[in-house]
């Protein structure tokens, strides 16, 4: 009997030994917004559909109700600095990722917390990402106006402490007031006022994955 692999090419052998081939990842990692909330699935949430739709494989990381600074109030689970520190860095995904999406703030902006601690931790997420993922493209979206698409207090402190940490870290900055606004937030924001419904997530993943071509996250061929 001959051997198992005598009649494939290289690239089905590839394929059948590493089952990441032919594909090309990406990692979403935010809070409810990117992880599901109620009636939401994960595979529902805009940043999954906006990067599947580019071609991406994508692993979606974070926790619902967390914040740069803040932890759940519902179970306790801990803010992105903890979710990222050494100790958990190895659940994030080990294959190639080509684009990390960042998302979150609203949770923080809702408890308050001042801006200048939101840019210190926010800068120190963007740049364990960055280490950890040194080749990829790195998207950081600001935090989602209110119900009424407007971006004001607490909510707008925060967004600027985001784009602050996003140039001293090199990353790109995407406003939410270009997917968000006073026209569209009646369509896209759900009765709890604050989560997006499922075809308010599909609206915002039609935006996002346009703002994404603008800065250069590049369609691949769907996995095969």
């Keep these: 009997m001959g051997a198992p692999f005598a009649s494939l090419s290289a690239a089905q052998i590839e394929e059948l030994t590493d089952p990441w081939a032919g594909q090309v990842h990406a990692l979403a990692f935010g809070d409810s917004y990117f992880t599901g909330s109620d009636g939401v699935r994960r595979s529902q949430t805009f940043g999954r559909i906006a ?4 071609g991406y494989t994508v692993t979606q990381s974070g926790h619902g109700g967390t914040g740069y ?20 860095l190895g659940e994030l995904p080990v294959p190639p990722i080509s684009v990390v999406l960042l998302e979150g ?30 080749l990829a493209k790195h998207v950081v979206l600001g935090v989602p106006p209110d119900r009424a ?15 602050d940490a996003a140039l001293a870290t090199r990353w790109t ?52």
Aim: hydrophobic content about 45%; aromatic content about 4%.
């Design 149 to 163: 698409g407007r971006l004001t207090g607490p909510r707008a402190a925060i967004n600027v402490a985001i784009r």
């Design 69 to 88: 600074v803040v932890e759940s109030r519902v179970d306790g689970w801990p803010n992105f600095v903890s979710q990222l520190s050494d100790s958990a």
């Design 173 to 224: 900055f995407v406003d939410m007031r270009q997917l968000i606004t006073p026209t569209t937030a009646s369509m896209i924001i759900g009765p709890d006022r604050l989560h997006p419904t499922v075809e308010g997530h599909q609206k915002l993943a039609a935006l996002l994955s346009a703002q994404l071509a603008k800065v250069g996250v590049a369609p691949v061929m769907p996995p095969r």
């Design 105 to 134: 703030g609203v949770n923080d902006a809702l408890s308050n917390v001042p801006a200048a601690l939101i840019r210190t931790n926010a800068a120190w997420v963007m740049a364990s990402l960055r280490d950890r993922y040194p």
């Design 51 to 54: 990067l599947n739709g580019l």
